[in-house]
């Protein structure tokens, strides 16, 4: 992993939860983890090395947006797993797995990320609603993209002080239910708080909004931003697989 897990300069205590441990194992044996890279969350994350991943360019905006509602850290799984259906030319003969829990300092600022970003999300081209009433405080989507054959899909979730992300992606194959289904587990998985209410770590937090061209950077993680790093790794396995 790329990281050891990290708690953001002596914000309060060291929560005690190993978010290594709150991710949900693959829904299969022939899922083979993927080693951390510019495309590929895996490991764990501090404020920083997160927002470089989902900046695009304007990382320090990024960052702000997080640090506002209180961001803590972050940790992320990638696996990716033969195709079942009939290879796509041009697409990604695998599917992808990656699976990630942002932690906030309280539920409040974790609530706020997550309105906005299923705000965000669940509307734009490409993106349908898939239904995820089985999941507690949670929004699922498929998305396509013109710029390729691949399709999202990504269930989110709400719980405690925590927002998680299971999102799934094949050329070649429906997801939907097995997305959910690996939500749900998920959910079932993920403690009720990672770290204990009224514990006082997130005095820096304002709850408040960023400024709408800072959001549009890091709101679109569940859509635009998560696509691209899903579609970027697709691309490059099926250059991987061809040679």
Same mark, same amino acid.
């Given at each position: 992993?790329?990281?050891?897990?990290?708690? @953001?300069?002596?914000? !309060?205590?060291? #929560?005690?939860?190993?978010?290594?441990?709150?991710?949900?194992?693959? +829904?299969?044996?022939?899922?083979?983890? @993927?080693? #951390?890279?510019?495309?590929?969350?895996?490991?764990?994350?501090?404020?920083?090395?997160?927002? /470089?991943?989902?900046?695009?360019?304007? &990382?320090? &905006?990024?960052?702000?947006? @997080? *640090?506002? =509602?209180?961001?803590?850290?972050?940790?992320?799984? $990638?696996?990716? &797993? #033969?195709?079942?259906?009939?290879?796509?030319?041009? %697409?990604?003969?695998?599917?992808?797995?990656?699976?990630?829990?942002?932690?906030?300092?309280? *539920?409040?600022?974790? !609530?706020?990320?997550? $309105?906005?970003?299923?705000?965000?999300?669940?509307? !734009?081209?490409?993106?349908?609603?898939?239904?995820? %009433?089985?999941?507690?405080?949670?929004?699922?989507?498929?998305?396509?993209?013109?710029?390729?054959?691949? &399709? @999202?899909? /990504?269930?989110?979730?709400?719980?405690?002080?925590?927002?998680?992300?299971?999102?799934?992606? $094949?050329?070649?194959?429906?997801?939907?239910?097995?997305?959910?289904? /690996?939500?749900? $587990?998920?959910?079932?998985?993920?403690?009720?708080?990672?770290? +204990?209410?009224?514990?006082?770590?997130?005095?820096?937090? %304002?709850?408040?909004?960023?400024?709408? +061209?800072?959001?549009?950077?890091?709101? =679109? =993680?569940?859509?635009?931003?998560?696509?691209?790093?899903? =579609?970027?790794? *697709?691309?490059?396995?099926?250059?991987? %697989?061809?040679?």
């Amino acid at each position: 992993m790329f990281l050891s897990a990290l708690v @953001l300069g002596g914000a !309060g205590p060291t #929560p005690a939860t190993d978010l290594s441990e709150v991710l949900a194992a693959p +829904p299969a044996a022939d899922y083979t983890e @993927l080693a #951390p890279s510019s495309t590929v969350l895996d490991g764990a994350y501090d404020l920083g090395h997160y927002a /470089q991943h989902l900046g695009g360019g304007t &990382e320090s &905006e990024v960052s702000a947006a @997080l *640090a506002a =509602f209180g961001f803590r850290r972050a940790y992320a799984r $990638s696996w990716a &797993e #033969p195709a079942k259906g009939s290879y796509v030319p041009g %697409s990604n003969p695998r599917r992808l797995l990656t699976e990630t829990i942002e932690e906030y300092g309280d *539920a409040a600022g974790a !609530g706020r990320r997550f $309105s906005e970003v299923r705000d965000v999300s669940t509307i !734009g081209e490409g993106v349908t609603v898939i239904d995820s %009433s089985s999941i507690p405080d949670s929004y699922a989507v498929r998305v396509s993209s013109d710029s390729s054959v691949d &399709e @999202l899909f /990504q269930a989110v979730f709400l719980k405690g002080n925590a927002l998680y992300t299971v999102g799934m992606d $094949s050329a070649t194959d429906d997801l939907t239910s097995l997305t959910l289904a /690996q939500a749900e $587990s998920e959910y079932a998985l993920a403690p009720g708080f990672t770290i +204990p209410p009224g514990t006082g770590v997130n005095p820096a937090a %304002s709850h408040l909004a960023p400024t709408w +061209p800072s959001w549009i950077a890091i709101a =679109f =993680f569940g859509v635009s931003a998560a696509l691209g790093v899903t =579609f970027a790794v *697709a691309r490059a396995l099926a250059r991987r %697989s061809s040679r």
